[in-house]
């Protein structure tokens, strides 16, 4: 309980758009200016919210974008939209389904087969689902989606990363995660009494905190660097319904689609040594990880032991030495 109070406190001065405008007024606005030449950007759930937004600014700036979808009729139409808005023909649909690891297997294969050195992975496919479902398999999905399919894909897209000078992955997680401790016993969510997709969201977030700082510190010698963003309470369809109780109390306070995307594309764009390996940022600014007297740090055998629950539970699709970094 007084995690979620303190989330809330916080939350109500930081997360939306007055804490933006007070943000801004620091800003840096040249980085903005820069370009990506044509370097490779892949954006997964990018047919809709701050993947499909992401999507268009990275495509304004240069890059060549491959938005990687789930459903092959929505990408089509998103990557439509990419083009006609950022005025880029070098914007390609790429069907995967991050819950499945067949599916991302064979998305990163595909990748490491045509020997395409990507400068950036922006991991926003997520999904908060406030029913007990299972992928296809046989995870929950909340967890396969966020937590599972997307360090599996990450790892398996490193030696893609590692082939472009001043790669990056940026991880966008979600303020709910200041609500949960880094838990790596349960991650089927099997103890959950009465299911709450909330909470397995936020359990995930914070696993995605806690994945980004071991990445970092696995990917560094290669160059690579990892980093984790949230967007603040930013206003998309998924938001209004996963979570509309919430929305409707607070949506006066949600920033808007610009204002939850900035850090992602300052991410892309900011030199690699004027960033902090293994860092949550908002606003352009590294954040805190954990608030104060809220119970939530962790060691690093607790980090340990999610990674080693997550190679174990993803063994019989992708053997663990392939997960090696």
Known sequence: MFETIAF??????????????????????????????????????????????????LAKHGAKVYMVCRNPERGEAAVAQVKSQ?????????????????SVVAFADGVAAAGEAVYCLVNNAGVLI?????????????TATNTLGTYVLTALLAPALARCPGSRIITVTSGGMYTQHLDSKDLNNKNMHKYDGSVAYALDKRRQ??????????LGKSG????????GWTETDGVKKS?????????????DIGMGIDTIVWLALQDQDKLKPGALYLDRTEAEKHLCMAGTHYTKKDVDQLFAAMNKMVSGVVPEERLKL
């Not at 905190?209 to 696995?218: C, H, I």
């Not at 690579?224 to 967007?231: I, K, L, Q, S, T």
């Open 130 to 142: 406030n029913e007990r479902e299972k992928s296809v398999d046989g995870f929950d999905m909340n």
């Open 243 to 255: 979570i509309p109780g919430f929305y409707k109390f607070y949506k006066d306070k949600f920033r």
């Open 86 to 102: 950022s005025g880029s023909s070098d914007v390609f649909l790429k069907v995967c389904d991050i819950s499945s690891l067949a």
């Open 8 to 57: 809330l406190l916080h939350g109500t001065k930081y997360f939306g758009r007055e804490g933006y405008a007070r943000a801004a007024k620091g800003f840096d606005n040249s980085i903005m200016k820069r370009t990506l030449d044509g370097k490779l950007c892949l954006v997964t759930g990018a047919n809709q919210g701050i993947g499909l937004a992401t999507s268009i600014e």
């Open 224 to 231: 690579v660097g990892v980093y984790a963003m949230h967007p």
């Open 209 to 218: 905190v806690a994945m980004t700082e071991r990445l970092a510190e696995l």
